[in-house]
């Protein structure tokens, strides 16, 4: 069992997650990104538009950086969250205008591998032009180190250097001062009972908000240099329903399930049978009311009741002689006659909460879907038309498949995320 509870940098981690959750910044970076670890975690919270990671050591960004694209779920089931995601290989101790002007910049355990005269150039980069708005540096609080079982010299055989809380107190003030920030000092990995106030946090931590908010930023924005020094290894945006292709595949999706659904129901109920599908009205807090639709749908778009009640009568009411359950509103052509089952958009539009979500209502709903071949739309585009009977979808059921296919998504769902090997604290102090 390791020394500490979380282990010591899953606190350090969580310290920054915790920040994030309640500050929601939109744009974050993590400098000395390494294994990405972090920003695989940060990459779940969807208040951040923008995550960056630069690294020095290229090599092993390029080694993890495929655990941050977007899994299978986030191509079938995207959100209205936007998120971009690029790795930068680069010293901490050069200059580059991608990166002014973040929400938040964070440097877990860093500034123990530069060298003393580094650390000057380190901040004069990250308080002096890239001027976030908040920063996070952690850094290892030499003071505990008595309590670290069989620890001889520093932690880490790359460290350059572990300061105090003393020497850690006097960097930051120094810091804020010559950049116009302030701190407040708080650390991770408690110290054994009766020791806290004596030797403080294993890992110690700064938390500087830079005076003067964004105000401050816009002043100095103009007197930057736009210099270029890092390599961008890897960018990825996320599939989001703020992309119009995306949201009409999702919305047609979606209608053609709960149209599906309501047919079947519908059938259960001309023929008197009940399957897995007649209460799916009832079990999404509808009940019968989702088939008379054109009395509750006049409150929101009253354009719509008089088609809407005109096709539920259809739906409901017309059986000819031959068979077909209705007809579109012109001459059907003789040739192509076929048993067909009418679901108003008005029906799916206020029984199904995605759908009314996607397109805000239900002219918007049929101009999103009067171009889409994996929907069949009624010849004045106010319903959606299926097949009756289920033999008659095979060739419909094939189409779809190949466009699935070549939609991309069938891929994205045969890659699934890469799990994180497991990390021995020591390794992390």
């Not at 929400?103 to 980069?125: G, K, Q, Y």
Request: aromatic residues 10%; proline residues 4%; charged residues 30%.
């Amino acid at each position: 069992m390791g020394l500490f509870t979380p282990a010591l940098h899953r606190q350090r981690h969580q310290f920054v997650i915790d920040f994030v959750k309640r500050k929601k910044p939109k744009k974050v970076l993590d400098l000395g990104c390494c294994e990405c670890v972090l920003l695989k975690q940060l990459k779940f919270h969807r208040e951040i538009e923008l995550l960056v990671g630069l690294d020095i050591d290229g090599v092993q960004v390029k080694k993890k950086m495929h655990g941050l694209a977007p899994i299978s779920t986030d191509y079938l089931q995207p959100s209205y969250d936007q998120l971009r995601i690029e790795l930068y290989q680069g010293s901490v101790t050069e200059k580059d205008a991608r990166l002014r002007g973040f929400d938040l910049v964070t440097s877990i355990e860093l500034i123990e591998h530069l060298t003393l005269a580094d650390v000057e150039l380190f901040s004069e980069v990250v308080f002096g032009y890239l001027t976030p708005e908040a920063v996070i540096v952690s850094t290892p609080n030499s003071d505990f180190n008595p309590f670290l079982p069989g620890l001889v010299g520093f932690r880490h055989s790359d460290h350059k250097f572990e300061w105090t809380r003393a020497e850690f107190k006097s960097w930051a003030m120094k810091v804020c001062l010559q950049y116009g920030y302030e701190v407040e000092l708080t650390g991770v990995g408690q110290a054994p009972p009766g020791q806290q106030e004596r030797v403080g946090f294993c890992s110690q931590i700064g938390v500087f908000h830079r005076l003067g908010g964004k105000e401050r930023y816009n002043m100095f924005d103009e007197d930057a240099e736009d210099v270029f020094s890092y390599t961008l290894l890897y960018s990825i945006i996320y599939p989001s329903l703020h992309d119009n292709n995306i949201l009409r595949r999702v919305l047609m999706c979606e209608v053609v399930y709960w149209a599906e659904k309501l047919k079947r129901r519908w059938i259960a109920e001309e023929t008197g049978e009940r399957d897995d599908t007649y209460d799916l009205c009832q079990a999404k807090g509808e009940g019968g009311e989702c088939f008379r639709a054109s009395e509750r749908h006049v409150d929101t778009e009253e354009t719509q009741t008089a088609a809407c009640g005109a096709e539920m009568k259809t739906l409901v009411d017309q059986e000819k002689g031959d068979g077909e359950l209705f007809w579109t509103h012109s001459q059907p052509d003789s040739e192509k006659w076929r048993r067909r089952v009418s679901v108003p958009l008005a029906v799916l539009w206020c029984c199904c909460p995605k759908v009314s979500v996607l397109s805000g209502s239900v002219s918007n709903l049929r101009l999103l879907l009067m171009d889409e071949p994996g929907v069949k739309l009624s010849q004045d585009g106010s319903a959606v038309l299926l097949n009756h009977q289920e033999q008659d979808l095979d060739d419909d059921e094939e189409e779809h498949r190949a466009d699935f296919e070549d939609s991309g998504y069938a891929e994205a769902r045969q890659c699934p995320p890469s799990a994180e090997p497991a990390e021995d604290w020591e390794a992390n102090v």
